[in-house]
């Protein structure tokens, strides 16, 4: 039987970037279905019974939930392929550490910049750039984060730089100004097919923010 | 060479309890370091530069971060023992859902039970008790949350069995009442040596749980 591969997303989502570059690396065909989530459907509550939340990946009918989880997954499943995580114990706990430091410290000050105001907005900025900063230190002059190979700390953060654009309008700052090599390894992974085909346009995003502040009432 | 292996914690730490209880299902030995929180040493700033938190595991000198992630290192550093995570991909992502499950939903609302007053506690009790409900119904009538075999998610949850009794006094509630099985569960996995050996008396939590308030001022 032909693997049955779904995948429950949102364009604009970072999150759902990883699992839509980590399927593309593995060369997986899936069926992308866009979720409503202002009014989300029957699969989507059925699949991810505990947070309701996009990205859901449904491998033959399983579902598999969190974004970062979904990446383990994908690269355990299909080993052939390029490999998404390091075969060595510590550089996988290394590679863990950073894809969970990107989602508590990472994703949080975005939010504030874009959605927030004044001081709160202040503060998201400060913060957003300090982290930038850690990563750039961890990258270093490596190429990507896990060396020579594109892999899963590069899938955690790329889906963030198609976001850079708007939260540079919306926080008054430059990201090239103070992390040039971590643009410099954004620009390196879009010339990747996976990512290229995954990432929506910064434009894009650029018009999908005021929307989105319209619709949930912060504008 | 042997393995050295150091583990800086802080005795109440449901998260350091995780790394312990793993180390101890693997028969490692460790040298166990208790760190002051409120003066952290040297060694603990060095070796968890970006959070400087607890637990942090050094093997052969060199740091792991995150407990659950120390967790997963244990595992595939000596895969002898027991094994925590199962093999297959299907069933290492559900495991590592609930842990995460446990990490970003039931931590939080513990600090409100504890740490706050009124309406904030209320919130928090209620939150608790609904996240225990979930994690009862994924036990159901297993052994442990795996099946016949204790690992990952029994980990990932035990070391919050020895502050049930201090929650329940200050949110004013009987766990037992509404989650029979867990309470079960929390006691078959108090017979495992592992376990026992790492988790302090709750007598010992009931009385530094009004020291720690005023150490913070919040009482």
Known sequence: MADEVILLDYWPSMFGMRTRVALEEKNIKFDYREQDLFNKSPILLEMNLVHKKIPVLIHNGKPVCESLIQVEYIDETWPGGNPLLPSDPYQRAQAKFWGDFIDKKV??????????????????????????????????????????TFGYVDIALIGFYCWFDI?????NFSIDAV???????????MKRDSVAKSLPDSDKINKFVPELKKKIGIE
């Open 167 to 171: 939260l540079e309008k919306c926080g």
């Open 107 to 148: 994703y949080g000050p975005t939010r504030l910049i874009w959605g927030a105001k004044g001081e709160e907005q202040e503060v998201g900025t400060k913060e957003f750039i300090e982290m930038l900063k850690m990563l750039e230190s961890e990258l270093g002059d490596k190429t990507y984060f896990g060396g020579e």
């Open 179 to 189: 992390c040039p090599k971590l643009i410099a390894w954004a620009k390196r992974c």
